[in-house]
């Protein structure tokens, strides 16, 4: 298969995870241009991509370093994600518990933009984006138990952030 086919077979396959971690990531819903830029940079560097690594643990180490560029380029002092995995399911709630959860997400949401960029970026693979430790670790370029101990601490500090239990707080705005 030619280079050129096997980035259009990934784009189609991956480019809208891509794409949901560059709106986490830099807090701007207005990611296109960075997914393409993510894709181009694949394209120009298929030479450098090893068969016994994963296609997406690459685009996403490219993806991720695209994204640090950005920030960079725009030198946004905080980062806000927009959203967490996906549309809240259609569930059996009153109007107030909607509201509940609406303003749990807010906290949420700042609560996420006040951690450190490693922290944030160990939350958003493993517990948003529900990645394996391998995988992270191979995007983050980490051993596999300092993505562990990493999350951990990400979440005992967001919970003294929010001064809540996470996982009273985020059972519920994670999983929608």
């Known amino acids: 298969m030619d280079k050129k086919a096997q980035i ?3 784009f189609i396959q991956y480019s809208e995870d891509i794409y949901h971690f560059l709106v986490y990531y830099t807090g701007n819903a207005d990611v296109e241009d960075l997914v393409q830029e993510v894709f ?3 394209l120009k560097g298929i030479h450098t991509f090893e068969q016994r690594s994963q296609p997406r643990t690459w685009l996403f180490t490219i993806a991720r370093y695209t994204a640090i560029d950005f920030v960079r380029k725009k030198q946004l002092a905080r ?8 549309q809240m399911a259609a ?4 109007p107030d518990e909607w509201l509940g959860l609406a303003e749990e997400r807010r906290e949420l949401y700042q609560a996420i933009s006040r951690l450190k960029p ?4 160990v939350l ?7 990645w394996s430790v391998k995988e992270t670790a191979a995007v983050l370029g980490w051993s596999e138990a300092k993505v562990s101990v990493t999350l951990f601490r990400a979440m005992k500090s967001l919970e003294k952030k929010m001064n809540k239990t996470v996982g009273g707080v985020t059972g519920d705005v994670f999983t929608q």
């Open 8 to 10: 259009e077979r990934w």
């Open 40 to 42: 181009i940079k694949a």
């Open 91 to 94: 569930k059996e709630r009153t």
């Open 124 to 130: 958003i693979m493993r517990a948003i984006k529900e």
């Open 118 to 121: 490693a922290y944030r970026e």
């Open 79 to 86: 980062w806000l994600p927009i959203g967490l995995a996906g």
